[in-house]
């Protein structure tokens, strides 16, 4: 049974940094292309982050230059380093595999809230 753990969420003023943690159980994170999504209020979740397993990263032009995903095979954990951050950046973060797979279960996600 898969469970996603995201954490490092918080309150930060704009222009600063956070660096966002997920670790998992059933997923081998070296083994599968993975991503951070996110949903502000109102909206629908958006990727904004995603890594292949050869370890090439893509992201939503709204946080290119801004958010770096990386991966850590030995402590299966993915991180989102995200720098500059906006007030539009608010929003419930979460990991998953990305693309996602059908009935994909969720973690409990991380908030980051920025204030201007």
């Known amino acids: 049974q898969v469970q996603l753990v995201e954490s490092g969420g918080g309150l930060v003023q704009a222009g600063g940094s956070l660096r966002l943690s997920c670790t998992a159980s059933g997923i081998t994170f070296s083994t599968a292309a993975i991503g951070w999504y996110r949903q502000a209020p109102g909206k629908q979740r958006e990727l904004v982050a995603g890594m292949n397993v050869a370890g090439d990263a893509n992201y939503a032009d709204s946080v290119k230059g801004r958010f770096t995903i990386s991966r850590d095979n030995v402590k299966n954990t993915i991180y989102l380093q995200m720098n500059s951050l906006k007030p539009e950046d608010t929003a419930a973060y979460y990991c998953?595999?990305?693309?996602?797979?059908?009935?994909?279960?969720w973690g409990q996600g991380t908030q980051v809230t920025v204030s201007s």
């Open positions: 998953n595999r990305a693309p996602l797979w059908a009935a994909a279960p």
